[in-house]
């Protein structure tokens, strides 16, 4: 499938329409996908109807820590399973990122995109979690916000595409999302 013939999911998200295009076809080129906050799914439909092999949802569906995010205390899983729960490909982990990361070997992920919790910590703490998970491909939203920024730039990330709220770096110089 191409993301000309793609439906999006009718759900809610934060992520626009460029982004979920981007995130759909760099899915489409991975074997496997890691999403670090699904929230009610929309990104997560985007993954799972182009990626070729399995998408793993990471959420635990408490909501934000942040008091200031729209998602704060809010669980989005019951949209979530109304979007996303046929999916073959999709693994379900109802569980917290870094505790999903244990669950993985060093670079068993082709990509690993984070839209998880906003705040510094809980940012760096995901870096810290997946950066040795993922083989080709690490990427997030919310760069807008300076704690995500801070994040990255501590742990040393050099985004090769912030757009707008999007970041992404590749991890395997080898890779080409071209092929």
Known sequence: ????????????????????????????????VVEVGSWEGKTTHALLSACKGKVY????????????????????????????????????????SNEAAKLFDDESVDMVFIDAGHLYEEVLDDLRSWYPKVS????????SYPSVR????????RCTEPVGDYWEHIKN???NNNK
Not at 3 to 32: C, G, R, W
Not at 136 to 142: P, Y
């Open 1 to 32: 499938m191409n993301f000309d013939s793609y439906v999006p999911a009718n759900t809610q998200s934060f992520v626009d329409a460029a982004i979920t295009k981007h995130l759909f076809e760099l899915a489409s080129s991975m074997n496997s």
């Open 57 to 96: 949802a990471v959420d635990h569906f408490n909501g934000s820590n942040c008091p200031t995010d729209l998602t704060y205390k809010l669980s989005g899983k019951e949209k979530f399973l109304t979007c996303c729960g046929w999916f073959p490909n999709m693994v379900l982990m109802e569980m917290y």
């Open 136 to 143: 080709k491909v690490i990427c997030g939203h919310d760069y």
């Open 150 to 157: 801070q994040a990255l730039a501590e742990f040393g990330i």
């Open 173 to 175: 110089a080898n890779y």
